[in-house]
């Protein structure tokens, strides 16, 4: 069973700083999404990660993906206050995706 | 602009109750999923639709819960009978199987609360 581990859970950010959220995932995987999710509202599709080595940038936020450490980090640069919000990776497995738990950030002034 | 469409957006009813949620996916997805939400235990997968098949409801509580897909534009997401712990929002995805990037599409949210 594909387990997806996230890490942190809750992350409170200086607007300004820099910080790294990781996603670890238990099989074989090359296809790797991260989505964005504000209080009370739907899934947000941020980047769409393929292959061994694929890295996305948009704005602050940019996404990499190792599959044979089976890791995926989305590292924020600057952080504003509009990037308060849960991020989720999620992991393809037969072309179904299984979740983390999300990473709860809140920046502060 | 093409989206997921979810009916209803809030449901409040008691326990014992029938509860029916509706899911319109975008047009040409084949692949529709059900999702389930809650804090304790975040996103977990319900039920995966393709090309109307179900293909996996290993998630679902089956003495309770059924999914369909009447046709392609229409899935639905049934409760019988429902109980408080079922209060949760639930969220519909659609998306494209091979070939594609396999990126899903979340509809709004159905927030049920079973009192």
């Known amino acids: 069973e594909l387990k997806v581990e996230q890490n942190p859970l809750f992350l409170s950010m200086q607007e300004g700083k820099n910080y790294t959220i990781y996603c670890n995932y238990s099989?074989?995987?090359?296809?790797l999404y991260w989505y964005r999710q504000d209080p009370g509202k739907s899934l947000e599709s941020l980047f769409v990660?393929?292959?061994?080595?694929a890295v996305k940038q948009e704005g602050r936020l940019m996404a990499s993906l190792d599959t044979k450490a089976r890791l995926s980090t989305l590292h924020i640069t600057a952080a504003v206050h509009d990037l308060s919000a849960t991020y989720f990776c999620?992991?393809?497995?037969?072309?179904?995706?299984?979740f983390g738990k999300g990473t709860l950030l809140t920046v502060n002034p | 602009d093409a989206r997921v469409t979810q009916t209803p957006r809030h449901k409040v009813t008691e326990m014992g109750q029938e509860v029916t949620m509706r899911c319109q996916p975008i047009?040409?997805?084949?692949?529709v999923f059900w999702y389930r939400q809650t804090m304790m235990q975040g996103l977990e997968l319900l039920a995966y639709?393709?090309?109307?098949?179900?293909?996996?409801d290993s998630g679902m509580p089956k003495d309770r819960f059924s999914a369909e897909m009447p046709d392609a534009t229409l899935a639905t997401l049934k409760i019988q009978p429902s109980e408080p712990r079922d209060s949760a929002v639930y969220f519909c995805?659609?998306?494209?199987?091979?070939?594609?990037?396999?990126?899903?599409?979340f509809g709004e949210g159905s927030r049920l609360t079973v009192l």
């Open positions: 995805a659609s998306g494209l199987s091979a070939g594609n990037t396999g990126e899903l599409f």
């Open positions: 099989t074989t995987s090359d296809r």
């Open positions: 990660l393929l292959s061994n080595g």
């Open positions: 999620a992991v393809d497995s037969n072309y179904k995706l299984t």
């Open positions: 047009l040409g997805h084949n692949t």
């Open positions: 639709f393709r090309n109307r098949a179900p293909l996996d």
